[in-house]
Nanobody
Framework: QVQLVESGGGLVQAGGSLRLSCAAS????????MGWYRQAPGKQRELVAT???????NYADSVKGRFTISRDNAANSVHLQMNSLKPEDTAVYYC????????WGQGTQVTVSS
């Protein structure tokens, strides 16, 4: 059974950077897409960034130019480099893998102080 393990969240001041990582354990799964959603208190979960099979990238408009998603095929992992962080980026960030079904990570807290 595939599991996702996230790391890299924390507290940072506005303008700072954080790097999130998500590693998929297991093998033999079909990769259709992998990336990150986030959910702030009182708000719906929203897509942040994703890599789709074939290498296409998608970003939320609110993070374009600041966040970069990348994939390490050998390690079955994705990374999210977050620069120029803003207080409104504060949320729990969830990694997901779209295989035959959607698999979610446990979430990691990102807090950006003003």
């Amino acid at each position: 059974q595939v599991q996702l393990v996230e790391s890299g969240g924390g507290l940072v001041q506005a303008g700072g950077s954080l790097r999130l990582s998500c590693a998929a354990s297991g093998s033999g799964f079909i990769f259709n897409a992998m990336g990150w959603y986030r959910q702030a208190p009182g708000k719906q979960r929203e897509l942040v960034a994703t890599i789709i099979a074939g290498g296409g990238l998608n970003y939320a408009d609110s993070v374009k130019g600041r966040f970069t998603i990348s994939r390490d095929n050998a390690a079955n992992s994705v990374h999210l480099q977050m620069n120029s962080l803003k207080p409104e980026d504060t949320a729990v960030y969830y990694c997901y893998l779209l295989a035959l079904k959607t698999i979610w990570g446990q979430g990691t807290q990102v807090t950006v102080s003003s």
